[in-house]
T-cell receptor, first 109, second 115 residues
Protein backbone atom coordinates (compact mmCIF):
# COMPACT_ATOMS: atom_id res chain seq x y z
CA UNK A 1 0.00 0.00 0.00
CA UNK A 2 0.87 3.65 -0.17
CA UNK A 3 0.89 6.10 2.71
CA UNK A 4 2.20 9.63 3.07
CA UNK A 5 2.32 11.64 6.28
CA UNK A 6 2.48 15.40 6.49
CA UNK A 7 1.33 17.85 9.19
CA UNK A 8 -2.27 18.95 8.87
CA UNK A 9 -1.61 22.60 9.59
CA UNK A 10 1.31 24.99 9.93
CA UNK A 11 1.15 28.66 10.90
CA UNK A 12 3.78 31.34 10.37
CA UNK A 13 4.15 35.09 9.99
CA UNK A 14 5.06 37.09 6.93
CA UNK A 15 8.76 37.09 6.18
CA UNK A 16 9.40 33.89 8.11
CA UNK A 17 10.70 30.53 6.89
CA UNK A 18 8.57 27.41 7.18
CA UNK A 19 9.31 23.75 6.49
CA UNK A 20 6.62 21.21 5.65
CA UNK A 21 7.74 17.62 6.12
CA UNK A 22 6.55 14.54 4.30
CA UNK A 23 7.33 10.92 5.06
CA UNK A 24 6.20 8.16 2.80
CA UNK A 25 5.82 4.42 2.55
CA UNK A 26 5.14 3.22 -0.97
CA UNK A 27 5.57 0.03 -2.94
CA UNK A 28 7.41 1.87 -5.70
CA UNK A 29 9.19 5.21 -5.83
CA UNK A 30 10.44 7.34 -8.68
CA UNK A 31 10.10 10.78 -7.16
CA UNK A 32 8.44 13.14 -4.72
CA UNK A 33 6.40 16.11 -5.91
CA UNK A 34 4.91 19.10 -4.17
CA UNK A 35 1.72 20.87 -5.19
CA UNK A 36 0.13 24.08 -3.93
CA UNK A 37 -3.60 24.59 -3.87
CA UNK A 38 -5.34 27.81 -2.92
CA UNK A 39 -8.85 27.61 -1.55
CA UNK A 40 -11.23 27.11 -4.47
CA UNK A 41 -8.39 26.70 -6.94
CA UNK A 42 -6.63 23.86 -8.71
CA UNK A 43 -3.41 22.21 -7.55
CA UNK A 44 -0.33 23.72 -9.16
CA UNK A 45 3.02 22.01 -9.47
CA UNK A 46 5.85 23.35 -7.32
CA UNK A 47 8.70 20.85 -7.50
CA UNK A 48 9.82 17.30 -8.20
CA UNK A 49 12.73 15.47 -6.57
CA UNK A 50 13.92 12.20 -8.04
CA UNK A 51 17.37 12.23 -6.46
CA UNK A 52 18.59 12.96 -2.95
CA UNK A 53 19.34 16.55 -2.16
CA UNK A 54 17.94 20.03 -2.31
CA UNK A 55 16.26 21.64 -5.32
CA UNK A 56 15.80 25.40 -5.20
CA UNK A 57 13.28 27.40 -7.19
CA UNK A 58 13.08 30.99 -6.06
CA UNK A 59 11.65 31.26 -2.56
CA UNK A 60 10.72 27.57 -2.54
CA UNK A 61 13.09 24.65 -2.06
CA UNK A 62 12.42 20.94 -1.84
CA UNK A 63 14.54 18.23 -0.30
CA UNK A 64 14.55 14.47 -0.63
CA UNK A 65 16.24 11.66 1.25
CA UNK A 66 15.37 8.36 -0.40
CA UNK A 67 17.10 6.31 2.26
CA UNK A 68 14.92 7.93 4.95
CA UNK A 69 11.74 8.00 2.80
CA UNK A 70 11.52 11.65 3.73
CA UNK A 71 11.23 14.97 2.04
CA UNK A 72 10.35 18.54 2.85
CA UNK A 73 9.24 21.75 1.23
CA UNK A 74 10.94 24.90 2.47
CA UNK A 75 9.24 28.23 1.94
CA UNK A 76 11.28 31.36 2.58
CA UNK A 77 10.31 35.04 2.91
CA UNK A 78 6.71 34.03 3.44
CA UNK A 79 4.04 36.19 1.90
CA UNK A 80 0.31 36.32 2.61
CA UNK A 81 -0.35 34.81 -0.81
CA UNK A 82 1.50 31.66 0.31
CA UNK A 83 -1.48 30.79 2.52
CA UNK A 84 -2.71 27.62 0.85
CA UNK A 85 -2.74 23.85 1.13
CA UNK A 86 0.45 22.03 0.22
CA UNK A 87 0.41 18.40 -0.88
CA UNK A 88 3.33 16.04 -1.20
CA UNK A 89 2.81 13.32 -3.77
CA UNK A 90 4.75 10.20 -4.64
CA UNK A 91 5.34 9.14 -8.23
CA UNK A 92 5.30 5.35 -8.08
CA UNK A 93 5.89 4.90 -11.78
CA UNK A 94 2.44 3.85 -12.93
CA UNK A 95 1.64 7.24 -14.50
CA UNK A 96 -0.04 8.17 -11.23
CA UNK A 97 0.60 10.25 -8.17
CA UNK A 98 -0.35 9.32 -4.63
CA UNK A 99 -1.11 12.46 -2.64
CA UNK A 100 -0.61 13.10 1.04
CA UNK A 101 -3.51 14.51 3.01
CA UNK A 102 -2.21 18.04 2.68
CA UNK A 103 -0.83 20.72 4.97
CA UNK A 104 -2.75 23.94 5.37
CA UNK A 105 -0.32 26.85 5.71
CA UNK A 106 -1.67 29.97 7.35
CA UNK A 107 0.47 33.08 6.99
CA UNK A 108 -0.41 35.99 9.26
CA UNK A 109 0.77 39.61 9.08
CA UNK B 1 0.04 26.96 -23.99
CA UNK B 2 0.29 25.27 -20.58
CA UNK B 3 -3.40 25.31 -19.81
CA UNK B 4 -5.94 22.62 -19.08
CA UNK B 5 -9.48 23.85 -19.52
CA UNK B 6 -12.60 22.35 -18.01
CA UNK B 7 -16.28 23.00 -18.61
CA UNK B 8 -18.58 23.72 -16.98
CA UNK B 9 -17.17 25.51 -13.94
CA UNK B 10 -20.23 24.70 -11.87
CA UNK B 11 -22.88 22.03 -12.35
CA UNK B 12 -26.00 21.27 -10.35
CA UNK B 13 -27.80 18.09 -11.29
CA UNK B 14 -30.53 15.89 -9.96
CA UNK B 15 -30.05 12.23 -9.23
CA UNK B 16 -31.87 11.20 -12.39
CA UNK B 17 -30.01 13.54 -14.75
CA UNK B 18 -27.31 12.70 -17.28
CA UNK B 19 -24.56 15.25 -17.73
CA UNK B 20 -20.98 15.38 -19.00
CA UNK B 21 -17.84 17.13 -17.84
CA UNK B 22 -15.32 18.16 -20.47
CA UNK B 23 -11.57 18.66 -20.32
CA UNK B 24 -9.16 19.86 -23.00
CA UNK B 25 -5.40 20.34 -23.26
CA UNK B 26 -3.15 21.29 -26.17
CA UNK B 27 0.24 20.55 -24.64
CA UNK B 28 0.67 17.27 -26.47
CA UNK B 29 0.36 15.36 -23.23
CA UNK B 30 -0.53 11.70 -23.72
CA UNK B 31 -1.60 10.96 -20.12
CA UNK B 32 -4.86 12.43 -18.84
CA UNK B 33 -6.54 12.03 -15.49
CA UNK B 34 -9.80 12.50 -13.66
CA UNK B 35 -9.70 13.24 -9.94
CA UNK B 36 -12.40 13.81 -7.37
CA UNK B 37 -11.70 16.18 -4.50
CA UNK B 38 -13.79 16.74 -1.42
CA UNK B 39 -13.32 19.81 0.77
CA UNK B 40 -10.07 19.80 2.76
CA UNK B 41 -9.04 16.43 1.27
CA UNK B 42 -6.40 15.53 -1.31
CA UNK B 43 -7.31 14.81 -4.92
CA UNK B 44 -8.50 11.23 -5.26
CA UNK B 45 -7.60 9.51 -8.52
CA UNK B 46 -10.51 8.12 -10.53
CA UNK B 47 -9.25 7.30 -14.02
CA UNK B 48 -6.05 7.46 -16.07
CA UNK B 49 -5.88 7.52 -19.83
CA UNK B 50 -2.58 6.82 -21.53
CA UNK B 51 -2.37 7.32 -25.28
CA UNK B 52 -6.17 7.56 -25.39
CA UNK B 53 -6.65 4.17 -23.76
CA UNK B 54 -8.04 3.69 -20.27
CA UNK B 55 -5.13 2.39 -18.24
CA UNK B 56 -6.36 2.80 -14.67
CA UNK B 57 -9.85 2.72 -13.16
CA UNK B 58 -9.63 3.10 -9.39
CA UNK B 59 -12.75 1.01 -8.77
CA UNK B 60 -14.99 3.93 -9.62
CA UNK B 61 -18.77 3.23 -9.66
CA UNK B 62 -20.24 2.74 -13.12
CA UNK B 63 -22.36 5.88 -12.77
CA UNK B 64 -19.12 7.64 -13.78
CA UNK B 65 -18.11 6.83 -17.35
CA UNK B 66 -14.92 8.30 -18.83
CA UNK B 67 -14.23 8.83 -22.49
CA UNK B 68 -11.18 10.02 -24.41
CA UNK B 69 -12.31 10.96 -27.95
CA UNK B 70 -8.82 12.11 -28.98
CA UNK B 71 -5.46 13.01 -27.50
CA UNK B 72 -6.63 16.50 -26.48
CA UNK B 73 -10.05 15.77 -25.03
CA UNK B 74 -11.30 13.93 -21.99
CA UNK B 75 -14.93 13.59 -20.95
CA UNK B 76 -16.60 12.29 -17.83
CA UNK B 77 -20.18 11.17 -18.31
CA UNK B 78 -22.37 11.26 -15.23
CA UNK B 79 -25.60 9.33 -14.70
CA UNK B 80 -27.74 8.56 -11.68
CA UNK B 81 -25.36 10.23 -9.26
CA UNK B 82 -25.81 10.34 -5.51
CA UNK B 83 -25.59 13.40 -3.24
CA UNK B 84 -22.30 12.08 -1.86
CA UNK B 85 -20.82 12.46 -5.35
CA UNK B 86 -20.93 16.23 -4.88
CA UNK B 87 -17.31 17.38 -5.11
CA UNK B 88 -14.75 19.23 -7.20
CA UNK B 89 -13.84 17.18 -10.26
CA UNK B 90 -10.38 17.89 -11.54
CA UNK B 91 -8.87 16.99 -14.85
CA UNK B 92 -5.10 16.82 -15.24
CA UNK B 93 -2.59 15.96 -17.92
CA UNK B 94 1.07 15.06 -18.07
CA UNK B 95 3.69 13.76 -20.42
CA UNK B 96 3.75 9.99 -20.39
CA UNK B 97 7.41 9.14 -19.77
CA UNK B 98 7.22 5.39 -19.52
CA UNK B 99 4.97 5.56 -16.49
CA UNK B 100 6.86 8.33 -14.67
CA UNK B 101 4.88 11.44 -13.81
CA UNK B 102 7.12 14.45 -13.36
CA UNK B 103 4.49 17.15 -13.45
CA UNK B 104 0.76 17.12 -13.73
CA UNK B 105 -1.08 20.15 -15.01
CA UNK B 106 -4.51 20.57 -13.45
CA UNK B 107 -7.55 22.26 -14.84
CA UNK B 108 -9.60 24.63 -12.66
CA UNK B 109 -12.16 21.92 -11.95
CA UNK B 110 -15.90 21.52 -12.14
CA UNK B 111 -17.77 22.10 -8.88
CA UNK B 112 -20.53 19.48 -8.96
CA UNK B 113 -23.57 19.51 -6.71
CA UNK B 114 -25.98 16.59 -6.80
CA UNK B 115 -29.43 17.35 -5.40
Amino acid sequence: GQSLEQPSEVTAVEGAIVQINCTYQTSGFYGLSWYQQHDGGAPTFLSYNALDGLEETGRFSSFLSRSDSYGYLLLQELQMKDSASYFCAVDSGYSTLTFGKGTMLLVSP
Amino acid sequence: DTEVTQTPKHLVMGMTNKKSLKCEQHMGHRAMYWYKQKAKKPPELMFVYSYEKLSINESVPSRFSPECPNSSLLNLHLHALQPEDSALYLCASSQDRGGKTYEQYFGPGTRLTVT
